[in-house]
């Protein structure tokens, strides 16, 4: 059960832990589960049927420390995350303590809380690499969870398949534009030019001499970027600074180690590079989704 392994920075802020505090619940309240963990029911919902391996759930939840005092001081809470909750799929418990086990307790509308043994939750669970300063072997956590909702494997697998199916068709559709933006303006500048099987285009205007780059190689380049509507995003001209790379490391994005690669030191060439070979669907700032990107280069020296 991967909960929340970037909490685990908040688990030795003394900040985080010391300003919210519930009053401890006394351990007697709690019954014993199987595998070690504590448990007691807050409220049962009006469903019966408890998870079962497979399910997805929608949590409410925050965790303690829990050292036997009066109060027990916050760690976690989904609260602040921007969804109010997390989601986690149930598996079998894979240890001795192991809050999974819990999970199978519960239907959709209860509320529980669970006393854990920090360290095994901390290693097993949270996927940290050692025991934070601050956490000492005998320590406690008390979960606080509220089942918002149950999502049975068979239905959820189906959603994500819509959802797919959704996002291939959005990226789809991207794709069918960018290349008809390309089109466009390979036809208003007279480019004839097939493009490479990648599907890139390198026009070369000014031929270099010399070994072509090969993998491993830095090489030093002058250029500048423009979307195709002529809007330039980059320019190591305008810096007075040319930039460096080496060559097939993954430095760049594909388009500039394929590119790049074509020309002989002094070359110059423009380089029209679809997004499938650039930044896909990343928005880059200055640089939108899918877009199709022009580079002016020159390429000044190989090492």
Known sequence: ???????????????????????????????????????????????????????????????????????????????????????VGVVKPIYKGDLMEGMFFMAQGDSAQFIVPADSFLLKSAGSRGIPEGIKKDDKFLFSISLVERTPKAVFEEKQKQANA???????????????????????????????????????????????????????????????????????????????FTIGKGQVIQGWDEGIALLSPGAKAKLIIPSSIGYGGRNMGSIPPFSTLVFDVELLKVE
């Open 166 to 244: 959704k996002k291939e068709a959005e990226m789809s559709q991207k794709s069918f534009d960018e290349k008809a933006k390309r089109d466009e303006y390979l036809k208003a500048n007279n480019i004839t030019q097939a493009p490479n099987p990648s599907g890139l285009i390198a026009i070369i205007s000014q031929e270099g001499a010399g070994a072509k780059p090969t993998t491993g190689q830095k090489v030093t380049v002058h250029y500048t970027g423009y979307l195709l509507d002529g809007t330039k995003f980059d320019s190591s001209v305008d810096r007075g600074q040319p930039f460096s």
């Open 1 to 87: 059960m991967k909960i929340l392994p970037f909490a685990l920075a908040a688990i030795i802020s003394s900040t985080a832990c010391a300003q919210q505090f519930i009053d401890a619940p006394s351990n007697k309240d709690f019954k014993t589960m199987p595998n070690g963990i504590l448990y007691r029911s807050v409220k049962k919902g009006p469903n019966k049927e408890t998870a079962v391996e497979g399910d997805f759930l929608k949590l409410n939840l925050s965790y303690y420390m829990h050292r036997g005092g009066k109060k027990d001081s916050l760690i976690f809470t989904s609260q602040n995350l921007p969804d109010k909750f997390v989601q």
